[in-house]
Nanobody, 113 residues
Framework: QVQLVESGGGLVQAGGSLRLSCAAS????????MAWYRQAPGKQREWVAT???????TYTDSVKGRFTISRDNAKSTAYLQMNSLKPEDTGVYYC???????WGQGTQVTVSS
């Protein structure tokens, strides 16, 4: 059974930084693509970033140049480094194993102006 546990969210002022973590178990982590999504209040969940098994990365346009997705296969953990945060980055951030359609419980990120 796949389990994903996100952490690292919190309240930060605009321009600040946070690093989210997603600890995975129940999968061969190094063989799986990992992704981050977010859901703002009153909005649909949206894709943020993906990292492939060979560390190729893709980002939604709104976070390019500010967010960095990475992975540590030895720790079965994916990360999302978020810099230059904006109030519109506020939401619940989820990690996902796309091929398993498995989601974590989410971690709240709030950016104050």
């Amino acid at each position: 059974q796949v389990q994903l546990v996100e952490s690292g969210g919190g309240l930060v002022q605009a321009g600040g930084s946070l690093r989210l973590s997603c600890a995975a178990s129940g999968i061969a982590f190094s063989l799986n693509v990992m992704a981050w999504y977010r859901q703002a209040p009153g909005k649909q969940r949206e894709w943020v970033a993906t990292i492939g098994i060979r560390n190729s990365t893709t980002y939604t346009d709104s976070v390019k140049g500010r967010f960095t997705i990475s992975r540590d296969n030895a720790k079965s953990t994916a990360y999302l480094q978020m810099n230059s945060l904006k109030p519109e980055d506020t939401g619940v951030y989820y990690c996902k194993v796309p091929v398993r359609n498995a989601w974590g419980q989410g971690t709240q990120v709030t950016v104050s102006s």
